[in-house]
């Protein structure tokens, strides 16, 4: 994590963020009032609990970024916009400005479905401000992340990005299946031996060499320690030369982000059934072919995705992703 020295950062982010959960009002969830929220919405500027965490990822992050205060690196501008808002007083104050009788907010022992319905009313709806206050949430194009409460409440959902050189304490596993290729690159006379390597921090494991097969299935789990500190896992393809360097048949990255979050959100996902819970979307920036779902599945979370190989000419890989945490 960069260290910043200038002006008006005297002290580390993650020590203001800190100062700032520390305060009466934030000791307690915004949106149930459940005691000691360890989640926190960064574009809204409110610090919420677990049960409330999991509503507030499945508004999307337009609407609701979702940090957690212990797991996740923060980015200046996030924490610069926690600090400006001030805390939950202060977005309470806006958001629930206006709370018709009748509609109560939930306690922190409220079913999902009423916490749903109160938070999507108070954020996503809207339905408790003022009626001449209206928050639209932009994606921000640079850097800059107001939090002001105005006519206007500018947000982004800029992915995380976060660094695990040097570290060794671990929050979890992934288990990751690789379970095919498509139409893989040829790199021999009229072939490939391809093999798949995976990377994360200083972790590297791969898989077994198929030999002379354009359309391997492996239907290999591979299992990686996820640091604190996490970034991409890293997904390259080789071809395999006895004789000579192993040629490179296509590369990818996983944010998995996505995943670990929802996962956290949700707690023990023995405690609900089969369900989606998060999604890591399609964009010009990743190599999926569609939208990856993130499900509890059997008591597991799990996700499954379709990757198109960059940097090579031709060649997909079908993966299934299944977060184990080191504590429930």
Not at 78 to 92: F, K, P, Q, T, Y
Not at 236 to 265: C, N, R, W
Request: glycine share 6%; hydrophobic share 35%; aromatic share 6%.
């Amino acid at each position: 994590m960069n260290s910043h020295s200038g002006l008006g950062r005297p002290t580390s982010g993650k020590r203001r963020l800190k100062d700032l959960l520390q305060q009466k009002d934030n000791r307690t969830c915004a949106d149930c009032g459940a005691s000691d929220p360890k989640w926190a919405s960064a574009n809204i500027g409110v610090f919420i609990c677990l049960k409330c965490c999991g509503v507030h990822r499945s508004l999307g992050t337009h609407i609701s970024k979702v940090l957690s205060v212990t797991l996740d690196e923060w980015s200046d501008e996030d924490i610069d916009a926690m600090v400006e808002v001030g805390g939950n007083a202060a977005a309470n104050a806006i958001y629930e400005a206006f709370i018709p009788d009748g509609s109560l907010k939930p306690g922190p022992d409220a079913s999902h479905d009423d916490r749903m319905r109160f938070i999507r009313s108070k954020y996503e709806l809207q339905e408790f401000l003022k009626p001449s206050l209206r928050i639209t949430s932009t994606h921000a194009t640079k850097s800059s992340h107001q939090a002001s409460f105005s006519e206007e409440h500018s947000s982004h959902s800029s992915k995380l990005s976060c660094s695990s050189d040097g570290m060794v304490e671990f929050i979890g596993v992934l288990k990751v299946k690789v379970v095919k290729g498509t139409n893989l690159a040829v790199r021999d006379m009229l072939s490939s031996d391809p093999y798949v390597v995976l990377n994360v921090g200083h972790q590297t494991v791969q898989t077994s060499v198929a030999k002379s097969n354009l359309n391997p299935i492996w239907n290999e789990e591979l299992m990686l320690s996820v640091p604190q500190q996490y970034g991409s896992v890293k997904v390259k393809v080789y071809d395999h030369d006895t004789f000579s360097a192993d040629d490179t048949m296509g590369e990818a990255e996983i944010d998995i982000q996505p995943l670990i979050t929802s996962a956290m959100a949700y707690g023990n996902p023995n405690l609900f059934g089969d369900m989606q819970i998060g999604k890591w979307l399609k964009s010009d920036d990743n190599a999926l072919k569609e939208d990856s779902i993130i499900n509890i599945v059997d008591g597991k979370v799990k996700q499954e995705m379709q990757l198109k190989l960059q940097n090579v000419e031709s060649g997909e890989l079908e993966l299934e992703v299944e977060w184990v945490p080191l504590a429930q």
